[in-house]
Every structure is written in C-alpha cells, then in structure tokens.
C-alpha cells in the first residue's frame, strides 16, 4: 500500500495499492449512470429562495432548517501524522466544540422557540427548528456561515425499480465492455475493499448480495436494523458494482467486483425522497465506521440540484482525509453543457458518466465543466492538479 499526496500539499491524502488503483475506479462507474436525486440549493446567510419560504411561511408555523458553522481553523499540516481514529476525535471534537456555545446562547435566549436536533461533524452543522421571525434573528449571529432549508432530496425518476429473475446465462456484456475479466484473471477483483453505499438500500435476501454483505448498515429513515430496499435503485446499483461470483457458475454474476464487500447506507425512502438531515446522518455514519472499518469507496448516484452549492464540499475533503474516495454520478441532465451535478462536479470528487455499447456518450449523461467558484478553484484540493473544470472524469457503460 502506498500513501498518496493527492492535494501537492500536505494534509489531504489517500492510500492507494497501484496494482488496484485503476480497476477500482472502472469497478463502479458502472453503477454510476443511474437516476440522480435533487436537493434545493442555497446562499450565504439565509439563501433568496429560503428567505422567500419564510416570508410566505404562517408566522406561527415551525420551520425546519440546517444551521451551517463557520469553518473551524486547525492546523491541518497535522493531520497526516495521526491515525484515522484520531483524525476522526479531532474532527469531531473541534466541530462539537464550535457549536456548544452558540447552541447553549441559543437556549439561553430563546428557551422554547427553538428545537435543537441532530448535531453533525462530518459538516459543522445542526439541525434546529424555529419559526421564520425567529430563524432570521438567528442568522445575525457572527458564528454562522449559512442557515438551509431542510432540504428535500428525490430522485428525477421516482418510478421504482423492476427487479427480475436471474439474467441470462453468461458474462453480461457492459462487464464484457470494460474488459473486467482480464483482471478477474490476474487475481484483481475487489477483494479487501470495502464500498460504503449510499442510496435506497440493499435487498439483502437478493442471491447476487448475500454474500458480499460486510455486516454494517445503516438506516436513516425508518431506523431498521437489517438491510432493505424498498425502492430497488440501491439493489441495482450495488448489483453492478459487485453482484455475483465473477467467473463461477453462479447465474447472477452482474457484478464488475464481486469480491468487494458493501456497507449499506439507506438515505431514500420509497419514493426515492429523503431529506438534507437524512443524508447528513448517513453520511456521518460511514465518516465514523471508518475508524474501525477499512471503508475505501463512498459511493453515490443521487446530486443537489444547484450545481454551485457548496454544501457537500467539505464532507468529501473530509472523507479524502479519512482516507475514503468518493464516486458519484455526474448525473442525468446532458447534453446540454454545464450540466454535472453536485457532489460530482466536485474536484474532490470522482464523478462517471455514461457510454452506450458502442462507447458514444449517451445522451442523457451530463456535462462539465464545473462552476470556476471559491470551492472549485482551491487547486490545493484537486484530485488531479492537472485538473481544469472538466467533467466527469470517466465514463462506462451506462445506457
């Protein structure tokens, strides 16, 4: 293994086996050409539309929203001294320790027009709930980068998904596309990597999953302890980046790395919806498991739909530090120019797009380059130093 610099600085870094490297970034751009999900985007302090969501609101009515902590000032040439565990302390405990006094003013002068909720780290954030006269007295508070909406997230096809039986017999062909074989062969089939999930979750009964199941999970929604999915775009994503047994006899062999193992994190509902909280919360989990699971892929297929938000930057430079890549679609608004979403259009981000069976980019798959904004240009940050706003970095089959 090898400890990669990937920012030409210190402090942000990834550790890689280049035996590895290139077929684990093939292995789930597969799954990546999928539905994406919409949040509702916002600007500093208190966005226009949120601002307009409170002035239309019942004055009485409580609002549900995301209080966002200016970012907190540590010496981050440090960090690649410490073990992910302590990376992890450290970054909760600065986070937590940001917001204790504010949330503690809050309370002492607002008592019971507030609801404070669930406290983040992996972004200083918390939920709280207030009602708008009372939310926009909170956003003069200097500790404050931005108030959201808690935002609705949803899929652009809500449909769901149609699970069949076993396919037909033999190596489907977007497997056969991406010469995933070849590796199998030589031994390079995902073995020892560990993908965290993020979608509408895992049918865990499903023959092609079973047993690539890691024996983590995590429910954001209904809280269940076992996997499930009841939806069906998360059993289809996953099947893609690992169903089946490779080149054994097994007939559900759909999957580019069949000996990964999936951690599953369910952030969508039925509907293929969820909420800015509920993501968070999913998210968090996976930041945390890190600390005594060896998770090397966040991998996701659902975006915000303002391709300038800003809100899920930190969380993936938080990842990278912890040494987790994330993967995310680049979404489904092509052809039109300026289209990859958010996180994908991140340059802390590997973002796939989609190719037919003929390697032309489909139609549906969206397009770089990315925003030339504050959180885009921090070349300090950039996967690739090399990298110029163009998006998405890879595609595969997809259509």
């Known amino acids: 293994m090898k400890l990669v610099n990937i920012s030409g600085k210190r402090g942000l870094f990834v550790t ?10 093939i292995i789930f751009a597969l799954a990546m050409a999928v539905p994406a999900i919409a949040i509702y985007g916002e600007d500093p302090v208190i ?4 601002e307009l969501d409170l002035e239309l609101a019942n ?23 410490l073990s992910i565990p302590e990376r992890i302390n450290l970054y909760r405990r600065l986070a937590f320790e940001s917001q ?17 909720g669930e406290q983040f780290w992996v972004k200083n954030s918390f939920r709280l709930t207030g009602k708008p006269r009372t939310i926009k007295r909170i956003a003069r508070k200097k500790d404050i980068k931005k108030i959201s909406r808690n935002g609705g997230i949803r899929m652009f096809d809500g449909s769901p998904v149609q699970l069949s039986g076993p396919p037909p017999a033999g190596i489907p062909a977007n497997i056969l596309q991406v010469a995933s074989q070849s590796c199998w062969d030589v031994g390079v089939n995902g073995r020892n990597i560990i993908i965290g999930h993020t979608d509408t979750g895992v049918d865990y009964d499903h023959p092609a999953l079973s047993n690539s199941f890691s024996g983590y999970w995590f429910d954001a ?12 775009h998360g059993t289809h994503t996953i099947g893609t980046v690992l169903g089946g047994d490779g080149n054994g ?6 999957g580019v790395a069949p000996e990964a193992k999936w951690v599953g994190v369910k952030v969508m509902n039925q509907d293929g919806k969820g909420t800015y909280e509920e993501c968070l919360k999913g998210l968090q989990f996976l930041a945390e498991l890190k600390a005594e699971v060896d998770i090397k892929i966040v991998l996701g297929s659902w975006s915000v739909d303002n391709r300038k938000e800003d809100l899920f930057y930190d969380i993936s430079k938080t990842f990278l530090s912890l040494d987790m890549l994330p993967i995310f679609a680049v979404g489904n608004s092509g052809p039109t120019v300026g289209t990859a979403e958010v996180p994908a259009n991140y340059p802390t981000v ?5 190719v037919d069976q003929n390697n032309q980019v489909a139609s549906f798959s969206s397009r770089g380059p990315a925003p030339d904004l504050e959180a885009w240009n921090i070349s300090e940050f950039w996967l690739d130093t090399a990298w110029q706003f163009t998006k998405p970095d890879m595609s595969a089959p997809g259509v």
């Open 16 to 25: 890689i086996d280049n035996r590895l490297h290139k077929f684990l970034i």
């Open 47 to 50: 966005s226009q539309n949120f």
């Open 100 to 116: 204790e006094p504010l949330i503690r003013e809050l309370r002492n002068e607002l008592g019971t027009e507030i609801k404070i």
């Open 249 to 254: 006899s097994f007939p559900y062999d759909i």
């Open 350 to 354: 590997l973002a796939v797009g989609a």
């Open 221 to 232: 929604i209904n809280g269940e302890p076992r996997p499930y999915d009841d939806h069906g």
């Open 59 to 81: 004055p009485e009515e409580d609002i549900d929203c995301i209080v966002i902590m200016k970012n907190v000032t540590r010496d981050k040439s440090g960090d690649e001294a």
